[in-house]
């Protein structure tokens, strides 16, 4: 018994010191090298200074300037720079970055942050934490899987609630279409929700179900000339004799459940959409685009929109896909990993490079995480019974700049997909996305030459699963700011969360 406690002593003295010396390091960490991090920042003008500022198409070595309220104020070259006389202003704060690219934080238009009601999945704390790691200073959160959904103004306010005092970036809303709350829609709107999200099939949440095609009329007509967007998880059911449901295949494989979601099914959705596109003037949107063959139905649509007069953002028809679609293809998902499970589903290799012209040829709009996380517990072997989603938030940026890179992009490119077009998507291309006078300083510190592998020790956001564990992504977020307000730098994140919600709150809250 004793040499049991003095055991048991010894080990709780060492995991003390181990402790303590964790605890040390992250202090003396955050002290050097976060200037600050854990103080309010000074309200004071901040010049930041790169060899490499990515801003508004152009890359080129020079200065942002922001101003005490932590909005753009000017952007210089580094030659400009030498003929202002700010410099010499002692009030001016001047961080360098020196080779670290700057630029506009990121905008990720899809996340699911599943609180509350499904907070053991994923929270505010969390997601935003691993969000501004990522370099990302802005993200919308999903109306399904939490509890309530948002698919009512009492329920919106209820996630607002939750949201308000835990994030550490900013935060929008997404409101959602379920059979029958068309009356919710106006208010909605009025309380802030940045666009509407249904589906045209099973969501496979309970609380969420789809609308029929026969009811997009009445949303239609309800949405009809508003700037709001309506986004649809573009998959829908297909006759009976093309279904390929395999009931003797292997359900470990992956072939089994790529099988049992062919193309057919989102192609179908986006033509059910492009009928109605042409009838109304609402923004059509569509997520997480699997199969190439989406856009050109779409394109079709958009053009017939542009030819009528339309002069929305890109008629006013758009499209995402996501970091998985253009990572993977389904001939390396290993079977039982169903951490690679999502819907619609990943396709082959010659699907992926169609999804790269695209992006080439401008024919998608963003990129987008699709962050959808669930306990490892929903997952297991088991493609046809596992919880689909993808778990990515933390690492969008280098994804894409390791797959761009490869394929000759540039940073314009990088922030053209992840930042610009998400904030137009969301209504915010005057608030966010882009290196601007005028716009929040939300700003990353991104070095495009470092690289990293993907441990589990190293996600922020809840459940440590990954499709991406122990790859080795090509470029490194040094440091995130929003508002001109450092948020993360080297491994640390700011203490207190800064973030806003981007919501009607003299609205929300009044009710
Ligand atoms: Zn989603």
């Excluded at 829609?185 to 666009?195: E, P, W, Y």
């Excluded at 929903?378 to 690492?395: C, D, E, R, Y």
Aim: glycine share 8%; net charge negative.
């Amino acid at each position: 018994m004793t040499s049991l406690l003095v055991k048991q002593l010894q080990h709780a003295y060492f995991f003390n010191r181990i402790l303590m010396a964790i605890t040390f390091k992250t202090f003396k960490l955050t002290d050097i090298s976060c200037r600050g991090l854990n103080r309010e920042r000074r309200k004071e003008r901040q010049l930041f200074l790169s060899r490499h500022v990515v801003a508004d198409g152009k890359e080129f070595d020079g200065g942002v300037l922001v101003d005490e309220n932590g909005i753009i104020s000017g952007v210089y070259t580094r030659d400009s720079l030498k003929d202002l006389s700010l410099l010499n202003d002692d009030d001016l704060q001047v961080i360098d970055g020196g080779r670290w690219a700057l630029m506009a934080g990121v905008v990720d238009s899809h996340v699911h942050v599943n609180e509350p009601g499904r907070t053991s999945w994923e929270g505010f704390a969390t997601a935003t934490r691993a969000a501004a790691v990522g370099g990302i200073t802005t993200l919308v959160d999903m109306p399904l899987n939490s509890v309530p959904p948002t698919t009512t103004v009492d329920n919106l306010k209820v996630k607002a609630l939750t949201a308000k005092e835990e994030i550490y970036i900013d935060v929008a809303f997404w409101g959602g279409i379920i059979p029958g709350n068309e009356k919710e829609l106006k208010d909605l709107i009025k309380a802030g929700v940045i666009g509407f999200k249904g589906y045209l099939i099973d969501s496979g949440i309970e609380e969420f179900p789809n609308v029929e095609e026969t009811e997009l009329d009445a949303i239609l007509t309800t949405l009809n000339g508003s700037d709001i967007v309506l986004a649809f998880h573009t998959e829908a059911a297909i006759d009976d004799d093309k279904n390929t449901q395999c009931e003797n295949c292997d359900p470990n494989l992956y072939s089994t459940y790529l099988a049992s979601h062919p193309p057919e099914m989102e192609h179908k959705a986006a033509s059910i959409l492009a009928k109605y596109i042409p009838k109304y003037d609402v923004r059509i949107h569509v997520v997480h685009v699997s199969s190439a063959g989406v856009i050109p139905i779409l394109e079709q649509a958009r053009e017939e929109r542009i030819k009528a007069g339309s002069t929305r953002w890109r008629g006013g028809v758009t499209a995402e896909t996501c970091h998985h679609y253009l990572t993977f293809s389904s001939e390396q998902i290993p079977p039982g990993h169903t951490e690679f499970k999502c819907s619609p589903p990943i396709r082959n290799l010659t699907n992926k490079e169609k999804l790269w012209n695209y992006i080439r040829d401008e024919r998608l709009d963003l990129i987008a995480s699709d962050h959808s996380p669930s306990v490892a517990s929903l997952k297991g072997p088991n493609f046809m019974t596992a919880w689909g989603g993808v778990s990515s938030v933390q690492f969008g940026l280098s994804l894409f700049w390791t797959e761009a890179k490869a394929r000759g992009y540039s940073l314009s490119t990088v922030s053209h997909y992840l930042s610009s077009g998400p904030a137009h998507l969301i209504g915010l291309q005057n608030r966010k996305g882009t290196i601007r006078p005028g716009l929040d300083a939300d700003l990353v510190f991104f070095d495009p030459n470092a690289s990293f592998v993907v441990t589990p020790d190293i996600i922020a956001y809840k459940n440590k699963l990954s499709p991406y564990m122990y790859r080795v992504l090509n470029g490194k977020v040094m440091q995130t700011y929003l508002r001109g307000q450092l948020i993360y730098s080297n491994g640390d994140v700011s203490e207190k969360p800064q973030g806003q919600l981007l919501i009607n709150d003299s609205v929300l809250f009044k009710r």
